[in-house]
C-alpha cells in the first residue's frame, strides 16, 4: 500500500513537471509587450492612407476597389500566417444580394372592408425593410408600451403588427422604442405599421426616399418584415372603430408593453417591387488557431467594416470621392494591426480569434447579416464580437464603448483599462443614445444571435459621410493607444477560464426574440 503511495506520488510529480513548462509558457510581460509594439501609428497612418486614398473611390459596395481592399487584407493576413477561414479555403467569403425598389403606381396597403393606403400619402416604405415579392397579410396586433427588460410575446408572429411607440418633441419614434422595432422587424411579423406624427416637410422627404432600392436577404429566416410609416390621421379612425384611442396608447408608449390582438381586422400590404439588379461582395476572415486543447474550439471576433460609400455628390471644392477615412478605414487597419499583434505573439492566446473585415455595412449591414448566417464555425463556439467602427477622430483621451451595460464585457473592459493607464484612454458609456447606434454597425447581427458584443466608437463629426473624411484628419497615434487596449482586453478575453455572459435582462430583450 506504501509502495503504491509511493507510485502514485512519483507520478503525480512529473505530471506537475511535465504541466509546468505549459503553465509557465503563458505570454510573460516581455511577450505581451512585443506584440503590443507592433500597433504604431506610422503603422495605422499608412494603412489609413492606402485603404481611405483616393483611388480607393471611396469602396462602395460593390465595387472593383472593394474587391482591391478585400485582397488587399486577405494579404495581410496570409503574410501573418492567418489560417483562411472564407469559402474554399480562401480569406475572402462571398455573398449576394437581390435588389429591388417597390412600384409606387401599383403598391397599397389594403384595410379588409375598409380604406385603401398609398404610398406616399397614408404610408410611407422604408427602404431598408423587408421587401417581399408577393403581397403579406395578417390579422392586426397592436403593439404600444416598451419591454422594460420582461420577454416579448410571440402574438405577432404572422401578424400585421400596428405599432405605436413614444415620440420625441420632433414627431419620431423616440430611442426606447429602438429594440421593439429591430425585433418585430426580424422575428416573424408579416409587416409593420410604425404609427408616428411626422412633420410634412420629413415626411415628404421619406416619401421620395422609399423608391431607393431595397435589398433582399434570402438567408435570412424569418425573413425581414417590411416597415411603414403610417401617418395618425389614417391609422386613429381605424383604432377607433375597433375600441382603441391613439391617444392613449401613445400616452402609455413610455409604460409596459401592452399586446391587443384584433382578430376580426386584416391589412394586406402590397408592395409590388421592381427586381433591379443582383449584387455580389466579399467579406475577409482570417483565422488564429488558439493553444489551449479544449478552449481553442472558441473564438473572439474582431471586426470592422471595409466599405464606404462611394463616388457622390461633389463638395464645395469640387470633391466627390467619399473617402471614409475614419468611417470605417480607422476601423479596419486596426483589425489589421490587431491580427499581426496577436500573431506576433508568442505563446498564442489559449482561445483562437477570427478578424473579420465586412462589407456592405453602408447599405445596412449586408455582409456581417451573411457572415453571421454563414459562420466559419457555429455561433454557439464564438463568446464574443469586439467590433471597431470610427475610431481615428474626436477626443485625445477618450473612447465610447457601446453595449458594456449588455453583458459583463463592460466589466472586463473596466478592470482592462484600469491596469493601463499608459494608454491615457478612458473607454466610457454611450453618449448618444438617441442616435441608435447600438443598431447601427455590424456587432448588431452578432448580439441579436446571442454573442456578447462591446462596440469602440469615437462618434461622428463635420466630415461624417462627407468627401472631406480624408486621412490627413485620422489622430494615428490616438487610434494605436485605442487598438492597443482592444488588445489587451481581447487577450483578457481569450485567455480567460470562463467565456463573457449577457446580463439576463439583456438577454431577454435582445436575444430570446430572435
Given at each position: 500500500?506504501k509502495g503504491h503511495l509511493v507510485s502514485r506520488l512519483?507520478?503525480?510529480?512529473?505530471?506537475?513537471?511535465?504541466?509546468?513548462?505549459?503553465?509557465?509558457?503563458?505570454?510573460?510581460?516581455?511577450?505581451?509587450?512585443?506584440?503590443?509594439?507592433?500597433?504604431t501609428p506610422d503603422d495605422i497612418r499608412a494603412r489609413?492612407?492606402?485603404?481611405?486614398?483616393?483611388?480607393?473611390?471611396?469602396?462602395?459596395?460593390?465595387?472593383?476597389?472593394?474587391?482591391?481592399?478585400?485582397?488587399?487584407?486577405?494579404?495581410?493576413?496570409?503574410?501573418f500566417g492567418l489560417l483562411p477561414a472564407g469559402d474554399?479555403?480562401?480569406?475572402?467569403?462571398?455573398?449576394?444580394?437581390?435588389?429591388?425598389?417597390?412600384?409606387?403606381?401599383?403598391?397599397?396597403?389594403?384595410?379588409?372592408?375598409?380604406?385603401?393606403?398609398?404610398?406616399?400619402?397614408?404610408?410611407?416604405?422604408?427602404?431598408?425593410?423587408?421587401?417581399?415579392?408577393?403581397?403579406?397579410?395578417?390579422?392586426?396586433?397592436?403593439?404600444?408600451?416598451?419591454?422594460?427588460?420582461?420577454?416579448?410575446?410571440?402574438?405577432?408572429?404572422?401578424?400585421?403588427?400596428?405599432?405605436?411607440?413614444?415620440?420625441?418633441?420632433?414627431?419620431?419614434?423616440?430611442?426606447?422604442?429602438?429594440?421593439?422595432?429591430?425585433?418585430?422587424?426580424?422575428?416573424?411579423?408579416?409587416?409593420?405599421?410604425?404609427?408616428?406624427?411626422?412633420?410634412?416637410?420629413?415626411?415628404?422627404?421619406?416619401?421620395?426616399?422609399?423608391?431607393?432600392?431595397?435589398?433582399?436577404?434570402?438567408?435570412?429566416?424569418?425573413?425581414?418584415?417590411?416597415?411603414?410609416?403610417?401617418?395618425?390621421?389614417?391609422?386613429?379612425?381605424?383604432?377607433?372603430?375597433?375600441?382603441?384611442?391613439?391617444?392613449?396608447?401613445?400616452?402609455?408608449?413610455?409604460?409596459?408593453?401592452?399586446?391587443?390582438?384584433?382578430?376580426?381586422?386584416?391589412?394586406?400590404?402590397?408592395?409590388?417591387?421592381?427586381?433591379?439588379?443582383?449584387?455580389?461582395?466579399?467579406?475577409?476572415?482570417?483565422?488564429?488557431?488558439?493553444?489551449?486543447?479544449?478552449?481553442?474550439?472558441?473564438?473572439?471576433?474582431?471586426?470592422?467594416?471595409?466599405?464606404?460609400?462611394?463616388?457622390?455628390?461633389?463638395?464645395?471644392?469640387?470633391?466627390?470621392?467619399?473617402?471614409?477615412?475614419?468611417?470605417?478605414?480607422?476601423?479596419?487597419?486596426?483589425?489589421?494591426?490587431?491580427?499581426?499583434?496577436?500573431?506576433?505573439?508568442?505563446?498564442?492566446?489559449?482561445?483562437?480569434?477570427?478578424?473579420?473585415?465586412?462589407?456592405?455595412?453602408?447599405?445596412?449591414?449586408?455582409?456581417?447579416?451573411?457572415?453571421?448566417?454563414?459562420?466559419?464555425?457555429?455561433?454557439?463556439?464564438?463568446?464574443?464580437?469586439?467590433?471597431?467602427?470610427?475610431?481615428?477622430?474626436?477626443?485625445?483621451?477618450?473612447?465610447?464603448?457601446?453595449?458594456?451595460?449588455?453583458?459583463?464585457?463592460?466589466?472586463?473592459?473596466?478592470?482592462?483599462?484600469?491596469?493601463?493607464?499608459?494608454?491615457?484612454?478612458?473607454?466610457?458609456?454611450?453618449?448618444?443614445?438617441?442616435?441608435?447606434?447600438?443598431?447601427?454597425?455590424?456587432?448588431?447581427?452578432?448580439?441579436?444571435?446571442?454573442?456578447?458584443?462591446?462596440?469602440?466608437?469615437?462618434?461622428?463629426?463635420?466630415?461624417?459621410?462627407?468627401?472631406?473624411?480624408?486621412?490627413?484628419?485620422?489622430?494615428?497615434?490616438?487610434?494605436?493607444?485605442?487598438?492597443?487596449?482592444?488588445?489587451?482586453?481581447?487577450?483578457?478575453?481569450?485567455?480567460?477560464?470562463?467565456?463573457?455572459?449577457?446580463?439576463?435582462?439583456?438577454?431577454?430583450?435582445?436575444?430570446?426574440?430572435?
Amino acid at each position: 500500500m506504501k509502495g503504491h503511495l509511493v507510485s502514485r506520488l512519483v507520478t503525480t510529480l512529473w505530471a506537475i513537471a511535465l504541466l509546468w513548462p505549459v503553465q509557465v509558457a503563458a505570454q510573460d510581460g516581455a511577450a505581451v509587450s512585443a506584440a503590443v509594439g507592433t500597433i504604431t501609428p506610422d503603422d495605422i497612418r499608412a494603412r489609413i492612407n492606402l485603404l481611405a486614398d483616393d483611388s480607393m473611390r471611396g469602396r462602395y459596395t460593390p465595387s472593383p476597389e472593394l474587391e482591391k481592399t478585400a485582397q488587399y487584407i486577405a494579404s495581410e493576413f496570409r503574410r501573418f500566417g492567418l489560417l483562411p477561414a472564407g469559402d474554399s479555403g480562401s480569406y475572402l467569403q462571398r455573398y449576394w444580394v437581390a435588389q429591388a425598389r417597390p412600384d409606387t403606381a401599383k403598391a397599397r396597403v389594403v384595410i379588409a372592408g375598409g380604406p385603401t393606403w398609398r404610398l406616399g400619402r397614408e404610408v410611407v416604405y422604408q427602404f431598408r425593410s423587408g421587401l417581399p415579392a408577393a403581397p403579406v397579410s395578417g390579422s392586426v396586433v397592436v403593439l404600444a408600451g416598451t419591454p422594460q427588460g420582461a420577454p416579448l410575446d410571440s402574438t405577432w408572429r404572422g401578424a400585421v403588427v400596428v405599432a405605436v411607440p413614444a415620440v420625441t418633441a420632433a414627431g419620431i419614434p423616440a430611442p426606447q422604442s429602438n429594440m421593439l422595432l429591430q425585433t418585430l422587424l426580424r422575428s416573424g411579423a408579416a409587416a409593420v405599421l410604425l404609427v408616428a406624427p411626422i412633420p410634412d416637410s420629413l415626411w415628404a422627404l421619406m416619401a421620395q426616399q422609399q423608391t431607393r432600392p431595397a435589398p433582399q436577404f434570402p438567408w435570412e429566416h424569418p425573413a425581414v418584415a417590411p416597415l411603414l410609416v403610417v401617418r395618425d390621421g389614417a391609422v386613429a379612425p381605424l383604432l377607433a372603430q375597433h375600441g382603441l384611442d391613439l391617444a392613449a396608447l401613445r400616452r402609455a408608449a413610455d409604460q409596459p408593453l401592452t399586446i391587443t390582438r384584433l382578430a376580426d381586422l386584416r391589412i394586406t400590404v402590397d408592395l409590388a417591387p421592381s427586381p433591379l439588379q443582383r449584387l455580389s461582395a466579399p467579406n475577409v476572415v482570417g483565422r488564429l488557431p488558439g493553444s489551449d486543447p479544449r478552449l481553442k474550439r472558441e473564438y473572439l471576433v474582431f471586426s470592422a467594416h471595409m466599405d464606404h460609400v462611394g463616388v457622390g455628390r461633389p463638395n464645395a471644392s469640387g470633391d466627390s470621392i467619399y473617402n471614409g477615412a475614419d468611417d470605417d478605414a480607422s476601423g479596419t487597419a486596426a483589425v489589421i494591426e490587431l491580427a499581426e499583434a496577436f500573431a506576433r505573439l508568442n505563446p498564442r492566446p489559449k482561445r483562437s480569434l477570427l478578424f473579420l473585415t465586412v462589407s456592405g455595412e453602408e447599405r445596412g449591414l449586408w455582409g456581417s447579416s451573411y457572415f453571421t448566417s454563414h459562420p466559419p464555425v457555429p455561433l454557439a463556439q464564438m463568446v464574443a464580437d469586439l467590433n471597431l467602427d470610427m475610431v481615428g477622430r474626436n477626443w485625445k483621451d477618450t473612447i465610447v464603448v457601446i453595449g458594456r451595460q449588455h453583458s459583463d464585457l463592460g466589466t472586463t473592459l473596466a478592470r482592462v483599462n484600469a491596469a493601463h493607464p499608459e494608454l491615457r484612454m478612458a473607454a466610457i458609456d454611450d453618449l448618444w443614445p438617441e442616435e441608435r447606434f447600438y443598431f447601427r454597425s455590424d456587432h448588431y447581427n452578432f448580439a441579436r444571435r446571442g454573442v456578447p458584443i462591446l462596440f469602440f466608437f469615437n462618434g461622428v463629426h463635420e466630415d461624417y459621410h462627407q468627401p472631406s473624411d480624408e486621412p490627413a484628419k485620422i489622430d494615428a497615434e490616438k487610434e494605436s493607444r485605442i487598438v492597443q487596449l482592444v488588445f489587451y482586453l481581447g487577450l483578457e478575453v481569450a485567455n480567460s477560464p470562463q467565456r463573457p455572459q449577457w446580463k439576463p435582462d439583456s438577454y431577454r430583450e435582445i436575444v430570446q426574440p430572435h
